[in-house]
């Protein structure tokens, strides 16, 4: 059974960096597409980034230059560093298995000033 676990989420000021951690199982995280989206209170979901097999990332505007995304095949796990955070990064950060739909339950980023 295919699971995605997030974690790495936290309390960070303005202008820090955090570190997400989607840890995949039942399943080989390299073999799919994979990407990272948020919710911040009140808002739809959004797309954030995204990781394809051969390492081909991609970016929402908003967060290109700040966000890096990279994957770990050893532990089966994806990556979302975030620098220069900002108020308005602060969200419930899900990773997801695109092929598959698989959602982790997330994990929240709160920037304060």
């Known amino acids: 059974q295919a699971q995605l676990v997030e974690s790495g989420g936290g309390l960070v000021q303005s202008g820090g960096s955090l570190r997400l951690t989607c840890a995949g199982s039942g399943f080989t995280l390299s073999d799919v597409i994979m990407t990272w989206h948020r919710q911040a209170p009140g808002k739809a979901r959004e797309w954030v980034a995204a990781?394809?097999?051969?390492?081909?990332?991609f970016y929402t505007d908003s967060v290109k230059g700040r966000f890096t995304a990279s994957r770990d095949d050893a532990k089966n796990e994806l990556y979302l560093q975030m620098d220069n955070l900002q108020l308005e990064d602060t969200a419930v950060y899900y990773c997801q298995n695109f092929d598959s739909q698989t959602w982790g339950q997330g994990t929240q980023v709160t920037v304060s000033s």
């Open positions: 990781f394809a097999p051969g390492g081909a990332t």
